[in-house]
């Protein structure tokens, strides 16, 4: 079964502050997604990947990077942490043969 | 670009109660599959069904959906709600050539004794 492990799984930073957010998949999917969610806003898509070294936009990306250092590893960065970031993240990840995402257990920031 | 509509943010309803959650979207790439995601308290969202053929009903763990492409719309209804439903529940369509998931702002079910 596919996994995807994120961490840390609670953060606090402070205004200003740096930030990275980790995720791993093990069953060497293709696709990687990074997503914030936010009551009344359902889930909204930052950043993906389809692959080692490639990244594309999402939807909403002002304030974040990502980098997909293999086909296993996608790190979402804050590098200048504002209140406006805090929420809940999630990372997934999908195989090019199948629609279905497999999502981690997520990461809460609470920016201060 | 892709947008998924839930209307309702919370739905209450009574144990034993048919229940409906609406979802309507548009969409201007080609659409691949349409979900519902369910997610219970602190954990991760997860499929409850998918479809990709219009006026074909999807059934799971007595959820239903029929999508209707000629009103944009994938409505999530169960005859008969039970404690176990309450959990927030997402609407999404998967689409574009890279299969981006756009969901709904999300329907929180609430089912009372």
């Known amino acids: 079964e596919a996994a995807v492990t994120q961490s840390p799984r609670n953060k606090v930073t402070v205004t200003g502050g740096n930030v990275t957010l980790s995720c791993r998949q093990t069953?060497?999917?293709?696709?990687m997604y990074w997503y914030r969610q936010d009551t009344g806003h359902g889930l909204r898509l930052i950043h993906y990947?389809?692959?080692?070294?490639?990244?594309q936009i999402g939807d909403v990306p002002d304030g974040y990077k990502a980098t997909r250092t293999t086909q296993e590893d996608f790190f979402l960065l804050l590098e200048l942490a504002s209140p406006s970031q805090t929420s809940l993240y999630f990372c997934?990840?999908?195989?090019?043969?199948?629609?279905?995402?497999?999502f981690g257990s997520g990461t809460r920031l609470l920016v201060i | 670009g892709d947008s998924v509509t839930q209307t309702e943010g919370l739905v209450t309803v009574t144990e034993g109660l048919p229940v409906k959650l609406n979802c309507t979207y548009q969409t201007t790439y080609l659409t691949i599959a349409f979900f519902w995601y369910v997610q219970y308290l602190n954990e991760a969202p997860q499929v409850l069904l998918r479809s990709s053929t219009d006026n074909k009903r999807t059934e799971h763990q007595g959820f239903h959906a029929t999508l209707h492409k000629s009103s944009s719309s994938f409505h999530l209804q169960k005859s008969s709600a039970q404690l176990s439903d309450s959990a927030l529940y997402y609407c999404?369509?998967?689409?574009?050539?890279?299969?981006?998931?756009?969901f709904g702002a999300g329907t929180r079910l609430a089912v009372c004794p």
């Open positions: 999404a369509l998967l689409s574009g050539s890279f299969n981006k998931l756009t």
């Open positions: 069953n060497s999917h293709n696709y």
């Open positions: 990947s389809y692959g080692a070294g490639n990244l």
């Open positions: 997934a990840s999908r195989d090019r043969a199948n629609s279905d995402y497999t």
